[in-house]
Structures are given as structure tokens and as C-alpha cells.
């Protein structure tokens, strides 16, 4: 069973910066897709960036193109997504979530009914 657990979040200033951490467990191979979502007060779940199992194709919400970078390293199991430039808007809580893929090349659409496993989520709250 694929275990993940997010960590990074907190409080930031505007314009600021964190970088969250998606540690997975209990499969240890390239062969899953990983996709971050957040979900604010009161909205969906929507899409922010996914990164195939190799690492080599990513996808990015046009809300966060610029700001956000998205990385893996299967090495240790963890993915990370690098948020710079923070807005209040980016206020959510963010879950990374699984795909187990037959392609390591292969990258998930930003959808969250396509994902299996989730994580239980970290808040990240932007204000001053």
C-alpha cells in the first residue's frame, strides 16, 4: 500500500517562499506519477503541478507557472514542489497525491479523480 505524507507548510509573507515535501512509502519504485493539489476554503480541489516518474516531464497550473518548480528524487522517495513568490491567493491546503503508471515517462493529467493516493495534507497560509 503506497503511503503518502506531506510536510513544508506554514506561514509566509507575501513574496515569500517554502518548499513542501511529499515522502512516499511502501513502494519503492519510478513507476507512479506524482500531482500536488490544494484546496482553499469553500472552493474545489484544483491542480497545481505534476511530475512524471522519471522526472523528466512536468505540468504546471497556469496560476503558478513562473512561481512554482516541482522535483523528485526517487533516490529518497520525496517530491518536492519549490513555491517562490507566494500571494495570498495561494492560501490552501496542498496534498500530493499517487498514480501507478506503466510508463515512467508517462505524466498524469492535473485531475484529481485520476489520482489513487493521498496524502493527508499540509496548510500553507500567506499573509502579513
Known amino acids: 500500500q503506497l503511503q503518502l505524507v506531506e510536510s513544508g507548510g506554514g506561514l509566509v509573507q507575501p513574496g515569500g517562499s517554502l518548499r513542501l515535501s511529499c515522502a512516499a512509502s511502501g513502494f519503492a519504485s519510478d513507476y507512479y506519477t506524482i500531482g500536488w493539489f490544494r484546496q482553499a476554503p469553500g472552493k474545489e480541489r484544483e491542480g497545481v503541478s505534476c511530475?512524471?516518474?522519471?522526472?523528466?516531464?512536468?505540468n504546471y497550473a497556469d496560476s503558478v507557472k513562473g512561481r512554482f518548480t516541482i522535483s523528485r528524487d526517487n533516490a529518497k522517495n520525496t517530491v518536492y514542489l519549490h513555491m517562490n513568490s507566494l500571494k495570498p491567493e495561494d492560501t490552501a491546503i496542498y496534498y500530493c497525491a499517487a498514480r501507478l503508471v506503466f510508463d515512467k515517462k508517462a505524466l498524469t493529467p492535473l485531475q484529481p479523480g485520476l489520482y489513487r493516493y493521498w496524502g493527508q495534507g499540509t496548510q500553507v497560509t500567506v499573509s502579513s
Open positions: 511530475i512524471s516518474g522519471n522526472g523528466g516531464s512536468t
